[in-house]
Nanobody, 122 residues
Framework: QVQLVEAGGGLVQPGGSLRLSCAAS????????MGWYSQVPGNGRELVAT???????NYADSVKGRFTISRDNAKNAVYLQMNSLKPEDTAVYYC????????????????WGQGTQVTVSS
């Protein structure tokens, strides 16, 4: 099996910063894409940022210039540096990984972390 464990959420004032981290472990051959999604009550999960194994980045327009995604392929980890936080960034943030469990051609699996709460409030 595969597990994604997140850390780094919390309460921060507007304009502040937080760094989220997520580490994947288990039966993993390669991780194609890692990313972060946010969810507020009553809504579905929305893309925040993703990064491929080759370093190709994708950001939601609302976070461009404020958030930075990075990953450590050796550690199967992904990070989200969140700067200039706004109250509207308040959400549960979920780590996501699209991966292969064996080196031979086969299915791609998608896993989610348990979520970490980010609250931006004065």
């Amino acid at each position: 099996q595969v597990q994604l464990v997140e850390a780094g959420g919390g309460l921060v004032q507007p304009g502040g910063s937080l760094r989220l981290s997520c580490a994947a472990s288990g039966s993993i051959s390669s991780i194609l894409v890692m990313g972060w999604y946010s969810q507020v009550p009553g809504n579905g999960r929305e893309l925040v940022a993703t990064i491929t194994s080759d370093g190709i980045l994708n950001y939601a327009d609302s976070v461009k210039g404020r958030f930075t995604i990075s990953r450590d392929n050796a550690k199967n980890a992904v990070y989200l540096q969140m700067n200039s936080l706004k109250p509207e960034d308040t959400a549960v943030y979920y780590c996501n990984a699209e991966l292969k469990r064996t080196p031979i051609p086969g299915p791609t699996y998608i896993y989610w972390g348990q979520g970490t709460q980010v609250t931006v409030s004065s």
